[in-house]
């Protein structure tokens, strides 16, 4: 007596559909997607856990708008730093100079407009242009020279911090043009009719929130053309409610208090064209390519080494966009600005879901990560935290997140 084996086997799912869609529910379909996206997803969800703890410790106090304000203004460099260091990472390098070349160029920009009274419009392209020289350098040192980037960057770390030094004599130096406090410390002029909310912002708002739509959209429908998995339809449409709500929220509580600050214009933009890069362009493809495997990025043809000199290029441009945000910030220069700036971007990189093996991370992972350790730090001073206790977290949250890393490995059988 034969049995008809085919008769029983279940049909496969079309693309984008997943086989416990029907009988698992809504929740089923949240707990299978993020186990799936557990390195995507998870940190996310730790920002939010915290942020929801601190909101309750201190009595409502951390999103209060005014508190969201400074949030945005006391973490923007590290952000910024962030970026780069997070693209230097996935290449499967590291930079230890970026906390002394942005005082170098904070320095540099001081001696420019203070000393010599140069336009700061100039100013900041000259800065900008200082930066690249000094990425170009160590680029060049690392990926022609054959120097291992660990030591280059410690190299420019000292190197940065003594011209620091010699540049300042030693003293603080400012104050700044008007023009150039306003990157670090402004906001969107207020324009409209009175509406008990700040219309640019609002704005700015409801754009953000049709991009952020329209490339969600636009990702699922070329995934699907090439019949590569999806999240099934019930949580790609919960994905986008909590991505709307977040904006939203977000948009109404800085329109209340004095709106945008620009600092988060230029750090809009930065993510949104980094990402594109890291995303869709051949650029950013080559750099996960070196960072996963570079014997097999070489034998592909990737130019590894002019990749790896413009990774370092970048960083250095941010590391000097950075160098400017902070010193418009505090309208100084100071010799010891920038301490410890390299150790928090490299922190928020890992805890963004970058790889100590390079080849894995994201922009938005970054930023994740920066917003992590920028919550830690604000929440634990309204709290009265001593600086001591608050090493002691962040070092067992970037502990926890580098833990988390190696686990989930293990776990892939990668």
């Known amino acids: 007596m034969s049995t008809d084996v085919t008769a029983k086997s279940p049909a496969p799912a079309p693309p984008g559909k997943s086989g416990s869609e029907g009988g698992g529910g809504l929740l089923q379909l949240m707990l299978d997607g993020l186990r799936r996206n557990m390195r995507q997803y998870g940190m996310l969800i730790a920002l939010g856990l915290i942020v929801i703890l601190f909101e309750v410790w201190t009595g409502g106090d951390l999103l209060l708008p ?60 000259l800065c900008l242009l200082m930066g690249a020289v000094a990425g170009s350098v160590q680029g060049l040192l690392i990926a022609y020279a054959g120097i291992p980037s660990f030591i280059v960057t410690l190299a420019g770390m000292l190197l940065f911090r003594g011209l620091t030094e010699i540049l300042l004599q030693g003293q603080t130096l400012g104050p700044f043009p008007n023009g150039l406090q306003k990157i670090g410390n402004g906001f969107l002029p207020a324009v409209g009719p009175n509406t008990n909310y700040h219309n640019i912002t609002l704005l700015l708002g409801l754009v953000m929130i049709a991009a952020v739509v329209w490339q969600e959209v636009r990702d699922r429908r070329r ?25 939203l929220w977000l948009t109404l509580l800085l329109a209340s208090y004095d709106g945008a600050p620009i600092v988060l214009i230029i750090l809009g933009v930065l993510v949104a064209g980094y990402g594109y890069v890291m995303r869709n362009a051949v650029f950013g493809r080559h750099i996960y390519a070196i960072g996963g495997n570079l014997p097999a990025a070489k034998l592909s043809g990737v130019k590894d080494k002019r990749v790896t000199f413009q990774v370092f290029l970048n960083m250095g441009v941010l590391a000097a966009l950075a160098g400017l945000v902070v010193t418009s910030r505090l309208n100084a220069a100071s010799p010891k600005a920038g301490d410890g700036f390299e150790l928090e971007a490299i922190a928020s990189s890992f805890i963004g879901g970058a790889s100590m093996s390079g080849g894995v991370g994201t922009v938005l992972g970054a930023i994740i990560g920066g917003l992590v350790l920028g919550v830690l730090n604000n929440g634990m001073n309204l709290l009265s935290v001593g600086t001591d206790w608050q090493q002691v977290i962040k070092g067992l949250a970037l502990l926890a997140a580098v833990g988390f890393d190696v686990w989930n490995k293990r776990k892939s059988g990668s």
Not at 95 to 107: N, W
Not at 227 to 232: F, Q
């Open 66 to 125: 005014r508190n969201v304000s400074n949030l945005v203004l006391q973490n923007s460099y590290i952000l910024i730093l962030a970026i780069g260091m997070m693209l230097v990472i996935i290449a499967g390098h590291i930079d230890l100079s970026v906390g002394s070349l942005t005082a170098f160029v904070g320095a540099f920009a001081a001696v420019l407009m203070v000393n010599h009274h140069v336009p700061w419009p100039v100013a900041v392209v």
């Open 223 to 247: 995934q699907q053309e090439f019949s590569l998995d999806v999240p099934p339809a019930k949580l790609f449409l919960l994905k986008l409610a909590a991505i709307i709500a977040a904006i």
